[in-house]
């Protein structure tokens, strides 16, 4: 049994490697969903998800229009890989950020 990185209470979900192991994610993919998750619930800021994307970049990264392509194409790949374990990376409205959906709430801006 694991803790819920949102309310804090036991639950039956996963830990984080557990849900990269299962769900096979690499890449970004597993960059964006660990940034996601260490904001427990919260939303997480565009600049900290990328900074988490190209942490090993040693010129920061790509362009700002680049990382947003890569972020989006990498969003709609690991969202398909999520969601046969109920798990979802949500907008958290424009310009709000990113949070974790677990449980099939895909919530407000998805």
């Known amino acids: 049994m694991t803790v819920c990185p949102c309310c804090k209470q036991p639950a039956a979900f996963p ?3 557990d849900v990269i192991a299962a769900c096979r994610l690499n890449g970004f993919e597993a960059k964006i969903f660990s940034a996601v998750w260490a904001g427990q ?5 565009t600049e900290k998800i990328f ?3 190209y942490q090993d970049d040693i010129n920061g ?10 972020f989006n194409k990498s969003l709609r790949r690991l969202n398909s890989q999520l969601s046969g374990a109920g798990i979802a990376i ?6 709000k ?11 407000q801006g998805s």
């Open 61 to 70: 990264g790509p362009s700002p229009n680049s990382m947003y392509a890569a």
């Open 51 to 53: 900074d988490a994307m």
């Open 90 to 95: 949500v907008s958290n409205r424009y310009r």
């Open 41 to 45: 619930g919260m939303s997480v800021q």
């Open 15 to 17: 830990s984080l490697d």
């Open 97 to 107: 950020g990113y949070r974790l959906s677990l449980g099939g709430n895909r919530g």
